[in-house]
Antibody
Framework: EVQLVQSGAEVKKPGESLKISCKGS????????IGWVRQMPGKGLEWMGI????????RYSPSFQGQVTISADRSISTAYLQWSSLKASDIAMYYC????????????????WGQGTLVTVSS | EVVLTQSPGTLSLSPGERATLSCRAS???????LAWYQQKPGQPPRLLIY???SRASGIPDRFSGSGSGTDFTLTISRLEPEDFAVYYC?????????FGQGTKVEIK
C-alpha cells in the first residue's frame, strides 16, 4: 500500500528554523516526483515545488524560491521541506504529494497525499 | 506562470442535481496536463480526474472531465451528499504547477 506519512504539527517562534518530513512507503520512492503544497487557513492550495528523489532535481514556484528548501534522502525514502527563518505568514498546513506517471512517463496528477503538517508560528 | 481561474466561486445545489465547474487557463495547458481534486474539511485533496478527462482509480463515474487548451470542465452528473466539498483544478504542463483558487459546492 502506497503511503506518505508526514511529521507532526509544529509550533515555532518567528525567526526559528524548521524542517518537516514526508516518508514514502509501498512504492519505489526514487521513481516519482514528490511535491509540496501549502494551504493557509481557510484558503486554497498553492504549489510550492517538487523534487525527484532519484537525482534530487528540484523545481520551485517563483513565489517560494528562496523562502524554503526542498530536499530528499533516498536512503530513508523521505522528502523534506525546510525554513531557515520562519515568519507569521508561514502559518499553514503543508502537504506532500506524489506525482503519478504512466508507463510512458506522462504525468497523471498527485495521486497520493500525506496527511498534512500544521505549522504554527507565534511569539 | 499559467494562471487558472475557476468559476463559479460557490455553487449552491441540491442532492441529485448536476454540477458544472469551470477552469480557465491563461495559456494553453501543455499535453492536457490538467487534473481535478476534491477536498473535504480536515482532509488532504483527493485526485478525481487527470489528463483533463480520465477518471482516477476508484472515482465514481458520475464525475467526468472535459476540455482542452485553455477551457476545462468538471461535471458531477447527480450530486450525492458526500460530493459537497471544494474542488480544485491543477495544471502540470508548465512549471510552476499551479492550482486554481477552488470552487465550493455547497448544499442549497
Amino acid at each position: 500500500e502506497v503511503q506518505l506519512v508526514q511529521s507532526g504539527a509544529e509550533v515555532k517562534k518567528p525567526g526559528e528554523s524548521l524542517k518537516i518530513s514526508c516518508k514514502g512507503s509501498g512504492y519505489s520512492f526514487t521513481s516519482y516526483w514528490i511535491g509540496w503544497v501549502r494551504q493557509m487557513p481557510g484558503k486554497g492550495l498553492e504549489w510550492m515545488g517538487i523534487i525527484y528523489p532519484g537525482d534530487s532535481v528540484t523545481r520551485y514556484s517563483p513565489s517560494f524560491q528562496g523562502q524554503v528548501t526542498i530536499s530528499a534522502d533516498r536512503s530513508i525514502s523521505t522528502a523534506y521541506l525546510q525554513w531557515s527563518s520562519l515568519k507569521a505568514s508561514d502559518i499553514a498546513m503543508y502537504y506532500c504529494a506524489r506525482m503519478d506517471e504512466d508507463d510512458y512517463g506522462d504525468y497523471r496528477g498527485f495521486d497520493y497525499w500525506g496527511q498534512g503538517t500544521l505549522v504554527t508560528v507565534s511569539s | 506562470e499559467v494562471v487558472l481561474t475557476q468559476s463559479p466561486g460557490t455553487l449552491s445545489l441540491s442532492p441529485g442535481e448536476r454540477a458544472t465547474l469551470s477552469c480557465r487557463a491563461s495559456q494553453s495547458v501543455s499535453s492536457n496536463y490538467l487534473a481535478w481534486y476534491q477536498q473535504k474539511p480536515g482532509q488532504p485533496p483527493r485526485l478525481l480526474i487527470y489528463d483533463a478527462s480520465s477518471r482516477a482509480s476508484g472515482i465514481p463515474d458520475r464525475f467526468s472531465g472535459s476540455g482542452s487548451g485553455t477551457d476545462f470542465t468538471l461535471t458531477i452528473s447527480r450530486l450525492e451528499p458526500e460530493d459537497f466539498a471544494v474542488y480544485y483544478c491543477q495544471q502540470f504542463g508548465t512549471s510552476p504547477w499551479t492550482f486554481g483558487q477552488g470552487t465550493k459546492v455547497e448544499i442549497k
